[in-house]
């Protein structure tokens, strides 16, 4: 039974990392977590089939959504790209120390049932609701790999005594602790923020064990060559690739982008390089 768990876990990953052990995955939360607004920018891509279309065209790995858009828009992401059901989230509208949990919205089975090949869960390692997460995550692992299925912690460290003693939620030391939070729990992939350097970000990846660390790509950097040269330093400290969203659906042709960030991860190429090879600069 060991044997098949692993070698069902071992083949869906593949589904997301290409043989550098690499992927850039596209996240589609964010109409939940922050809110059909953030796709006013370009209001087309609120439609999940077509944001979908576009960036399963220009080549990603993989892509995250909520299980309720995977209903929607599952059918788009085809070929040999994996699908990550993630099961926690939370409103914007919800007041108060309520933004520091995450609540369960759906099982495992309800992720198996859409397709998924991995499932994600997140955790924000030192809020005041520490517990419930790590519990939901606990228990997401467990089933899941019983199943043969491997499980991705988004490893958010943040909450007051984190602002009160570090500052900062993306202070290396914080995002370092996550990650290895991540790994002790069970996470065969990590999501989590960048540290601000390659050098403190190659202390996150040496922290996780192993296990394969991914950058959470956040808000929409103006100049694209800023972010390429984000995930180049991610690369270079070696992490396994990012997962992004407003980085891309936020740009009204999120193809150039997409296409410069693939250079990068998978080529090595200089954010420059990349940039103009895609007409980025």
Known sequence: ?????????????RRFF????????????????????????VW???NPKVIIKKVTRAGVDGVMMLPGIARVAADEVRGQRGLMVKLTSKTALR???GQLLQSQLAFVED?????????????YWGSPAEDVMMRQFAEVANYAHDLGFPVVQFAYPRGPYITEKYGRKE????????????????????????????????????????????????AKAENPLDFLRVVSGVIEAGGAGAVVGRNIFQRENPEPMIK?????IHRNEEP?????AEGLL
Do not use: C
């Not at 420059?272 to 103009?276: I, Q, V």
């Open 1 to 13: 039974m060991d044997a098949y768990q692993s070698v069902g876990i071992r083949r869906r990953m």
């Open 18 to 41: 290409r043989r550098n052990g690499r992927a850039l995955i596209f996240a589609m939360d964010h109409g939940f977590e922050h809110g059909p607004t953030d796709f006013e920018p």
């Open 44 to 46: 087309e891509h609120v």
């Open 95 to 97: 007041p108060g120390d």
């Open 111 to 123: 992720a198996i049932k859409l397709g998924a090949d991995a499932i994600a869960a997140t955790v």
């Open 171 to 218: 202070d290396y030391r914080v995002v370092m602790y996550g990650a290895r939070a991540a790994a002790e729990t069970g996470a065969d992939m990590i999501k989590t923020y960048w540290t601000g350097s390659k050098e403190t970000f190659s202390k996150v990846v040496d922290a996780a064990a192993g296990v394969p660390v991914l950058l959470s790509g956040g």
């Open 260 to 264: 410069a960030l693939l250079r990068v």
């Open 272 to 276: 420059e390089e990349a940039a103009k």
